[in-house]
C-alpha cells in the first residue's frame, strides 16, 4: 500500500477528477467495529463531512472506507489516488453523517486534554479574531490554544448532552461546570490567570462588549457541532474575583419536540390534546426553572395544525424554530415586553398563541382577554404544582371571575433522571444508582418527565370563583378528574425500574 502526505482539500470543489484509468474499487463487507476516531482523522474532518467518506478503520491491506450514494466518485478516486489500495463500504447517507460526526467528536477532545495545551500560553490578540456566523467547532483545530480550549468545552458539552457550561472565577482558580441531567459537576479548572482571556473570547463570539466588566451582559452564539446546529445562550456577571458567565446549550433538535418522546403517559397525553384543540381558554404548564416546560409547549404546538390556524409565539428567547409559526422575542432594552409584542400580536388575526412566561398582571390580563375574545392561549408559569397555578393569578391581580371562565387546565411537571442501564442494581426489590464511566459516576444518564394535569370543570371552576386554595382546589380535582399528583404519576417509573425513589423524593418532595 503506498502511503503519501494526507489529503489535504477544504470541500470537494478542490478534489482532483478520477484518472480515466482507475476504476473505482468495488464494495465490501462492513467491519463489525464501530469507526476509529485515529483512522478517521487520517482525512480532514471538512472534507470527510462535505463528501460523504469516512476513514473507518486501518487494516493490514488498506483502509476500510465508508461512503454513501451522496459520495463523490472524484472523492473515492483521490483518497485511493493518495493511499493506495481501499476497502469501501456503502451505507446509508444519514447513518454515515452520524457516523463521521461521532468519530470526529471522541473523546480525545475532551476539554480537560486541551486545557493541557493552553495553560503555558495565551494570545490576548488572537481573540480579536473575527468569528463567522456560523461555524463547525470539529473544524477548528489549527486555531490559538485558548479558542480551541472553548470550541472542545462547547463541543463536549453537546456530546455529553449538557443543558449549561458554568465558568466561574474563585479566588485562585477558574472553575468550569456542566450540568448535565440537572446536576452540576466540575469539569476542568483551568489556571485563574486563563480566566479572562477565557470571559473575553465568549464575549466576543456573543457580541459582548469586552470593555464592559461592570456590568451583566446577555448575548447569543450560533454553532455548528458535528454538523447539528446548536444556540448557545451566553450571560455574563460580575462577582468580587471576575466576571462569571453561564452558556445555556439549545440543541435544535425537532425529535425532542414529542411528548411521547418527553415521557408522558398515554392518558395524560388524550387529556392534554383534548385542551389544545378547545378553540379558545387558557391552557398553563407549570414547574419550577428547568423543569422542560417551554419544551413540552413547543411539542404541544407542534401537534396543532398550522395550514388552517395562525400561530404566533412570544419568547425570551425563542430556543426552537418552529415551522409554519410566527416567533417574536422579547428584547427588553427597547421596550419590546411580553406585554407589548402581546398586545402587537392580537392585531395580527391569531389563532393560538405561545406565550413563553406570565411574569406580571399586565400579561396575565392580556392573556385572559385573548383567551375571552376567541384565542387559544398556552403558556407557562413558575408553580410548585397545579393547583398554586390559580392562586398564583389570582394574588397577581387577575380576577377570579374572569380566570374561571378562561381557564381550560393546568399541565404541572418535573424531570427525573433514569438509571444508568450500565450500572443499576436491584437490591430489595427495587433499582438504585452506583455510578461508572458511562454516566460520569453519576449512577443516572438521560432524563423523563412527570406530569400532573389539572383540567378545569364545573367543580373547579367552582372553586376558581370562590377564591379556594390550592388544598381545597387539589381535592376536588382528585375527587372529580381523578387527577394523579406529580409523585404518582412517577410511580410508572419506578415500578419500570426507570428511576429510583430516591430520585422521585428529590424531584417531587413526596414522603
Known sequence: MTSTAPVRPDSPARINPPPPDR?????AARSIEPPSPLAARTLPYGFSRNSQILVAQQH??????????????AAIAEVARNFGALRLVRIDAAELALAISSAYARQDGSAAQVVGEVEGEVDLSLLMQDIPEIEDLLESEDDAPIIRMINALLTQAAREGASDIHIEPF??????????????????RPKKALHGA???????????????????????????????????????????????????????????????????????????????????GIVLVTGPTGSGKTTTLYAALSRLETETSNIMTVEDPIEYDLTGIGQTQVNDRIGMSFARALRSILRQDP???????????????????????????????????????VTRLTDMGVEPYLLASSLLGVLAQRLVRRLCPA????????????????????????????????????????????QASDAEILAAARATGGMRTLREDADRWISQGFTSLEEVIRVTGGD
Open 171 to 188: 479566588e485562585n482558580a477558574s472553575v468550569v461546570r456542566f450540568r448535565v441531567d440537572g446536576t452540576l459537576r466540575d469539569v476542568v
Open 23 to 27: 476504476a473505482v474499487p468495488p464494495t
Open 423 to 466: 450500572c443499576k442494581v436491584e437490591r430489595d426489590g427495587s433499582w438504585h444508582p452506583v455510578g461508572c464511566d458511562a454516566c460520569g459516576r453519576s449512577g443516572y444518564a438521560g432524563r423523563r418527565g412527570v406530569y400532573e394535569l389539572l383540567t378545569v370543570d364545573d367543580a373547579i371552576r367552582t372553586q376558581i370563583h370562590t
Open 198 to 280: 477565557l470571559i473575553s473570547r465568549i464575549k466576543i463570539m456573543a457580541q459582548l462588549d469586552i470593555a464592559e466588566k461592570r456590568l451583566p451582559q446577555d448575548g447569543r452564539i450560533t454553532l455548528r457541532v458535528g454538523g447539528r446546529p446548536v444556540d448557545v445562550r451566553v450571560s455574563t456577571l460580575p462577582t468580587g474575583h471576575g466576571e462569571r458567565a453561564v452558556l445555556r446549550m439549545l440543541e435544535k433538535d425537532s425529535q425532542r419536540l414529542n411528548l411521547e418522546a418527553l415521557g408522558m403517559g398515554t392518558d395524560t397525553q388524550v387529556r392534554f390534546d383534548k385542551l389544545i384543540s378547545r378553540p379558545h
Open 351 to 389: 389563532d393560538i398563541i405561545m406565550i413563553g412566561e406570565i411574569r406580571d398582571l399586565e400579561t396575565a390580563q392580556i392573556a385572559v382577554q385573548a383567551s375571552l375574545t376567541g384565542h387559544l392561549v398556552l403558556a407557562t408559569l413558575h408553580t410548585n404544582d397545579a393547583a398554586s397555578a
Open 60 to 73: 493490514a491491506d488498506g483502509l476500510e472506507v465508508w461512503i454513501s450514494e451522496r459520495t463523490p466518485a
